[in-house]
Nanobody, 123 residues
């Protein structure tokens, strides 16, 4: 069984910073892309940033130059450093991992999601 455990959300004032972490655990063979998505009330889930196993990153235009995504492959963990936060960044943030794991007598590739962590930017 694979789990993605997120941490680091909370309430912050506009212009402040937060750091989200997401650790993958279980019978993992290897992880391809990891990343973060977010969903604000009444809106669809959207991509925030992704990082490949080799460290290549991709960001939504709305967070470029403010957010930084990094990854520790040895710990199966991804970090999202969020700076200069704005009220429009308020959302539930979900970790995502595209990985292969052992299960049912074989190795299977699947997308996994974390449970979500709330980020609220407000004065």
């Amino acid at each position: 069984q694979v789990q993605l455990v997120e941490s680091g959300g909370g309430l912050v004032q506009p212009g402040g910073s937060l750091r989200l972490s997401c650790a993958a655990s279980g019978m993992i063979v290897n992880i391809y892309d990891m990343g973060w998505y977010r969903q604000a009330p009444g809106k669809q889930r959207e991509l925030v940033a992704t990082i490949s196993s080799g460290g290549s990153t991709d960001y939504a235009d709305s967070v470029k130059d403010r957010f930084a995504l990094s990854r520790d492959n040895g710990k199966n963990t991804v970090y999202l450093q969020m700076n200069s936060l704005k009220p429009e960044d308020t959302a539930v943030y979900y970790c995502n991992a595209d990985l292969r794991s052992w299960g049912g007598g074989g190795v299977y590739r699947k997308d996994y999601w974390g449970q979500g962590t709330q980020v609220t930017v407000s004065s």
